[in-house]
């Protein structure tokens, strides 16, 4: 009896304390990388290395602009192009489609959603590289193919499966009668879906959205190998870029002997994750909002 | 009148439209892997490991890094179900009251977004502290560290369909806490965890930029938890990046090899989780 | 001399408060019935006897219940023991996710029996009293989720009869079985009670006449009257006692 007692007494704290461990790690990971970080804040101000365009490290010099530019027009081009054809297409599979078609393209999505994101960055350079550069020469765009709009591309791709399989489940649980209240006034079956069902579903597929452009924001590998790695700010969709991730992936680990070169690094790392916080907030009080 | 129904029309076919560019985009995917890949794959390619000069074109396979993925992905997975496990369980009512429940989910929640790569840059710094090298262990951590979120958060949502009176029934009988969880909860959840430790495996077998600086890279299959590792991404990453087309063709093929071990794995759990179900109480 | 002894038990869901004020004792050996309108807080009742209600969010308890003398919310009191000494049957019967050998060899297990030989016939006893092992006596490995739902709500009386309690409190045990399956756990109850402290919550009228020594009428929360089935069915004191017992509408 004893025993018992003794075991779920024990079982309790263990779980409770690896409960804690874990809740803290986002604070302790943002800690340390600010501690890391710190060094090179204290020589340059952070507004300068947020604004500025010099990249020479062998210089001292840690200008971000162009790497932030390169991961904002990269993720921003994917979600341009991820949702509407992701809301559409979700629309489609839980209203349209007819059952059997659903069955079949449900489990299909969600398969695909485990697809590794090499497997993306490969894809990008055998299909979406050629392609572009093919295009674009035939437009009178000299461009290597190597591009944000590559980039885009690829990183698009990979969260169609993510966002559609969150946002799917999120319309199919729209009750049946607020659609059955709006058809039985007359409503066409897309004025339906346009003002009662994506009305009640918003903050589950804002949810999904965000959900696919944390992954699309914090991919490295598939970005890294079609965006060209050039640091520069990129003034059109078909010059290369030098996204955060591929910076810090491409240089983290080798280049620790040149100084503040690795305190740069974690510093992206931070910006990093920082972003990547916020967004999480506020997904979170968009759905609890609509929660009410 | 009118204007209405063209205008569902008009959706209607963007709708269409938009499908098909979403099923064919990943078909495409599928396709383009299979046919790049299935040219350069050979039976040497997962039979031997990569000897010296294989990044030149000369012989040798990925089998280091394939044994060195499963490695991984193995250990990373069942890492994290030991520690999601005891999580997710703290997270019900009678463990902690729901308003920290909810802190917590937010917290994972915020984990689930981190970026890859933070945590290996986050696992490399911890190495350097400790002096450790690049390592299977430290690969295994990252991974863990990626994986948690999405294996805590997926058994959290089927512990939290578990029917109260379900509980209820053993503690009328006198059971402890942990033995409801661990001997009744559990087994009704059987199936949720299965796919939650495919969905973990999944994405911690693909992953690259976690285990970039922390688990290293080398020829060899690994004998210890100290030596550093091969892994499938890497591969792909390392070969793509070697400007010989015969060693690029061996990517496609690597990144066929880890496409196939990956789906292989989702289509066979959906196979057999009818199985676990066999006990569940609805 | 009194089994459970409850006094001025207040149970609210939040701001709903579900049970006001009830006293009640429960005599030793005897089948107490409780009655009353569907949502009246009769489940609650049960369920605050054995300490389940704490396990939801935002319920509060105030009150004692005393069990043997002892006060079953004294923070000092092994909850586990208690509730093995009190076994509940559900409204609705939940199997534990396991074969139908298992659900029964649960409680035993738990509480330290090992010995397989032993379990068997802890096993075959108890089925047998719940009077459902001629029917699953050539598969007791099969899940117990496939059983009938009047399988698994005598499958239930067997898991509860297993850990041997000293009270068992069923809520409507018969619910989900035709006449003669229910006839038959009737009785079974009715030979347990030299036994065991027996309380049981049901909707049927009949039965509560034919199974009670003792009632007690709760309608929205309150406890109306209780007292010795003659004073209750064939004199009631208080007018909506008399109405709910005649079938006369009580609102
Ligand atoms: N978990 C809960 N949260 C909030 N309110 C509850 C909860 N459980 C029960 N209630 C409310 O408490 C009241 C009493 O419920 P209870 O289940 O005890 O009724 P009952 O007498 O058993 O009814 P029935 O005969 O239909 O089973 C009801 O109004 C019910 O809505
Ligand atoms: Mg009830």
Redesign the interface.
Known sequence: MRVRKVIDGVSEKVMCSVTAAVSFLVVLIAAGLYLKARPIMEITPIKELLTSSSWHPLKGEFGFYPFLMGTFWVTFLAMIFAIPICLLCSIYISEYAPRKMRDVIKPLIDLLAGIPSVVYGVFGVLAVVPLIRDTAHRINISTTGYSVLAGGIVLAIMVFPIIISVSVEVIQSVPYEARESSLSLGATQWQTVKKVVLKKAFPGIVAAIILGFSRAFGETMAVLMVVGNVPQVPHSIFEEAYPLTALIANNYGEMLSVPLYDSALLLGALILLLIVLLFSMAARLILMRGGR | MNL??V??RC??V??????F???G??F???G??LV?GAGALSLSMITQTSKGGYYLGKEGGVLNAIVGSLYLAFGATATSLL?SL??A???Q??????RTAN??R?????????????YG??G???MLLLGLRASLLGGIVALT?LE?PIM?RAIDEVLQMV?????????????????TMF??VT??ILPGIISAII?AF??G?????SI??TAGYTDHIPSSLLDPVASL?LA??FQ?GTPFPEVQER??AS?LI??II??LL??SS?LFSRRFA????? | MYHITIKGLNVSYGNHHVLKNVSLEIPRNKITVIIGPSGCGKTTLLKSLNRLLELQEGVRISGSVLVDDESVYDPKVDVTELRKKMGLLSQRPYPLPMSIFDNVAYGPRIHGTRKRKKLNEIVEKNLRAAGLWEEVKDRLKSPAASLSIGQQQRLCLARCLAVSPEIILCDEPTSALDPFSAQKIEETLSELKTDYTIVVVTHNLRRARRLADYVGFIFLGELIEHGGKKDIFENPKDERTRRYISGESYL
């Open positions: 209405r129904h205008e569902e959706f209607k963007l709708m269409i439209a938009a499908t560019i979403i099923l985009s990943l495409a995917v599928i383009v892997i790049k520690v005891p999580i369980f703290c997270l009512r009678e463990y902690v009251k729901a802190v917590v937010l917290s994972l929640d915020v984990l689930w977004g981190v970026p890859s790569i933070i840059v986050f490399f710094t911890i560290l948690l805590v029917p109260r009176e379900l509980k209820e029934a053993s503690y009328t009988l006198g059971a402890t806490r942990y033995e001997k009744v087994r009704q969905l999944g994405r077998i693909g992953d690259a930029a970039l600086f991404p792909v990453f793509m990517a496609y990144a880890l496409l990956v789906l989702t289509v959906r066999k006990f569940v109480i609805r």
